[in-house]
Nanobody, 117 residues
Framework: QVQLVESGGGLVQPGGSLRLSCVGS????????MSWYRQAPGKEREFVGD????????NYPASMQGRFTISRDNAKNTVYLQMNSLKPEDTAVYFC??????????WGQGTQVTVSS
């Protein structure tokens, strides 16, 4: 059974940092690129970035570049999202996702990040 479990969310002050984790199971983690998305209240789900299966390359939208960094440890079946210089507008539920070779998408349950003083 494929499972993705995010953790590491919480309440952080503006300017602070958080590192989110996503542990995958039930599939060959090292085979697939992994993505992070977020969804703020009342807004559509937004792409945060992704990382190749080997971890050698990552991709971010311009709005995230420089503050967010994705990494992975295939030995631990874990992908990370390091978030720095957090702003109140980064408040959202953060999800990890992957798509298998058949085109099926799998999502975690999400972890809440709240940026507030």
């Amino acid at each position: 059974q494929v499972q993705l479990v995010e953790s590491g969310g919480g309440l952080v002050q503006p300017g602070g940092s958080l590192r989110l984790s996503c542990v995958g199971s039930g599939f060959t983690f090292s085979t697939y690129a992994m993505s992070w998305y977020r969804q703020a209240p009342g807004k559509e789900r937004e792409f945060v970035g992704d990382i190749s299966s080997t971890g050698r390359s990552s991709n971010y939208p311009a709005s995230m570049q420089g503050r967010f960094t994705i990494s992975r440890d295939n030995a631990k079946n874990t992908v990370y999202l390091q978030m720095n210089s957090l702003k109140p507008e980064d408040t959202a539920v953060y999800f990890c996702k992957f798509r298998n070779f058949r085109g099926n998408e799998y999502w975690g349950q999400g972890t809440q990040v709240t940026v507030s003083s």
